[in-house]
């Protein structure tokens, strides 16, 4: 069965620092991975989202990037966080290509910038 | 663009009442997704609906793809304080063979008095 884990599960974090959050996919090839940010508990906004390696997509412009190094894995970066990249961060696959439409989550990461 | 408004925005049930809500979009879509997030983690998928007309139930849940393709209610029998939490619908248009990304309502918000 496919599984997918996202670390650290919370970062606290200083304004100005870097950040990298990881996500890896288990029981699946060629997966479509996605960043997503919820702010206070509601809504969930796509930020990225790539159906390769080396292939991402920005949904809105920000902070952040993403980076897909491997099929299976997929990473949220920052050179230096602002405080309004705090926030609730949940990775998430579907089936590759377009015979899937599904999206599953990992466990989130929450995020505090200070 | 493609908006999906999510209703009621929260509620606040007995146990063992009934619960109702819906999503309506301003365009068609060819899924429907139901998920529940319970606080701290990521959404789980409850029910997916990939055909007009669809009624699928899970356990005491029960959700219906609207024959329009423009909405979707998600219905909960006799409510228990488990199913606390935040209910999401999610819908998705594919187009000359492309699947667009999920489209996320804002939130339902369940509490569920004992």
């Known amino acids: 069965s496919q599984t997918i884990h996202q670390w650290p599960a919370t970062l606290v974090q200083p304004v100005g620092s870097p950040l990298s959050l990881e996500c890896t996919v288990e029981?699946?090839?060629?997966?479509?991975l996605y960043w997503y940010r919820q702010a206070a508990g509601r809504g969930l906004q796509l930020l990225f989202y790539s159906v390769g390696i080396g292939q991402i997509s920005s949904e809105v412009p920000q902070n952040l990037s993403a980076s897909r190094p491997q099929d299976r894995q997929f990473i949220l970066s920052s050179k230096k966080l602002l405080l309004s990249d705090s926030g609730f961060y949940l990775c998430?696959?579907?089936?590759?290509?377009?015979?899937?439409?599904?999206?599953?989550f990992g466990e989130g990461s929450w995020l505090t910038v200070v | 663009g493609q908006q999906l408004n999510q209703s009621p925005q929260s509620m606040f049930i007995q146990e063992g009442e009934d619960v109702s809500m819906n999503c309506t979009s301003s365009?068609?879509?060819?899924?429907w997704l139901w998920y529940k997030q319970d606080p701290g983690e990521g959404p789980v998928l409850l029910i997916a609906l990939y055909k007009a007309g669809e009624l699928t139930s899970n356990g005491r849940l029960t959700a219906q793809f609207g024959i329009t393709r423009k909405d979707s209610f998600l219905n909960i029998s006799a409510s228990i304080p488990s199913d606390v939490g935040i209910y999401f619908c999610?819908?998705?248009?594919?187009?000359?063979?492309?699947?667009?990304?999920?489209?996320f309502g804002k939130g339902t918000k369940l509490s569920v008095k004992p």
């Open positions: 365009s068609i879509f060819n899924t």
């Open positions: 998430a696959w579907s089936v590759g290509g377009n015979s899937g439409n599904t999206i599953y």
């Open positions: 029981g699946t090839s060629n997966p479509n």
């Open positions: 999610a819908g998705q248009f594919n187009y000359g063979g492309s699947q667009g990304n999920l489209i």
